[in-house]
């Protein structure tokens, strides 16, 4: 395993960088990723961004959106390409190789490139060559914050990678609302502010910039969709596709719903059943010590973070919502006391 200290002296002799997302990526993985491309950018590397999927347009105002590759049938020739002559290959906010699928298949193929993975998440696996992690960071984006101090110094984040940075760090801190804020963070922001940041208008470009549809979906989800279960402290979403379709969902409409049912009083644990083509896309939230990411890991195939975890059922919506509850029923205890 390299460490920093080699990665740094090594760094000048690489050129050709590509920086991955996980799946749909949110603000942070986006963020940070357009951070760390703002960096080697500026330090003349050939450096190019490939989201493995599109993701949600409230995160296209993002400083250098404009050059990220998205993959499809359409790029697929451009990625791999990419892939095959990179000297270095970014993996953040993920650490599992599925979580960037397909272009899993195009790093597995570049035995060569030095991995370089930057994540906070739980349970990694073992695939890269310099890991820069921390299951504590609030966030991703406080992970490349360091990492850039790291092989560089502060004078090399401008205001568009702290802008990104920045970005990153809100959302996956809810807000600065999460038990993950810690001073350091605080300190982190503080320098982003002094960098020109403008949080207002970055706050308003994630978070009140829906569209009529995405707002409609919201709405019907709280008054249609939301089901209580008080004596298992438990409050679930379950939305079909013919819901989604009526509200021409897009990636990005219901992020952050789950965090209604949370904000129950009294709720301990809040999920999200999404149908999807074949499977069924699960979104779970818990306050206290009530680890979904334990919950996701085994018992729907996915995993995260303790309070904050993703999970993924091969079944129909309805047999996903059956496993669900009789899954739960098994940690009514814990529910009753976490």
């Known amino acids: 395993m390299l460490n920093i200290e080699s990665f740094k002296e090594q760094l000048s002799s690489w050129q050709r960088i590509v920086i991955i997302p996980h799946q749909k990526p949110d603000a942070d993985a986006l963020g940070s990723s357009l951070a760390l491309w703002g960096f080697f950018n500026k330090k003349g590397y050939q450096a190019v961004v490939i989201s493995p999927t599109a993701y949600a347009d409230f995160l296209s105002w993002l400083p250098g959106n404009p050059q990220v590759v998205v993959y499809s049938e359409q790029t697929e020739e451009s990625c791999r390409y990419f892939i095959a002559q990179a ?62 101090h790291l092989i560089g110094s502060d004078q090399d984040i401008d205001c568009d990678i702290a802008t990104c940075i920045y970005a990153g760090i809100m959302t996956d801190t809810g807000s600065f609302k999460y038990a993950s804020v810690t001073p350091h963070i605080h300190r982190i922001v503080a320098n982003l502010l002094e960098k020109g940041i403008n949080h207002t208008v970055i706050h308003r470009n994630i978070y009140d910039n829906s569209t009529l549809d995405r707002l409609r979906l919201k709405g019907f989800a709280l008054s249609e969709r939301l089901k209580v279960i008080p004596e298992l402290s438990t409050a679930y979403f379950v939305l079909t596709k013919q819901d989604l379709n009526r509200f021409n969902h897009q990636i990005g409409d219901t992020e952050g719903l789950v965090n209604y049912g949370l904000s129950i009083k009294g709720i301990k644990l809040a999920v999200i059943l999404k149908e999807d083509d074949g499977f069924v896309k699960m979104s779970l939230r818990s306050v206290g010590d009530f680890s979904v990411n334990d919950l996701a890991r085994n018992h729907f195939n996915g995993g995260g973070h303790i309070n904050a975890a993703g999970g993924r059922l091969e079944m129909s919506i309805e047999e996903a919502e059956k496993t669900f509850l009789h899954v739960i029923t098994h940690y009514a205890d814990r529910l009753a006391t976490s």
């Open 87 to 148: 000297d270095l290959i970014f993996c953040l906010d993920f650490n599992d190789l599925k979580r960037c699928a397909p272009l899993d298949v195009f790093v597995n193929e570049n035995p060569k490139a030095l991995k370089v993975l930057i994540d906070h998440h739980q349970d990694k696996k073992d695939f890269a060559d310099l890991e820069y992690c921390r299951v504590t960071a609030a966030a991703t984006a406080e992970l490349v914050y360091e990492f850039i």
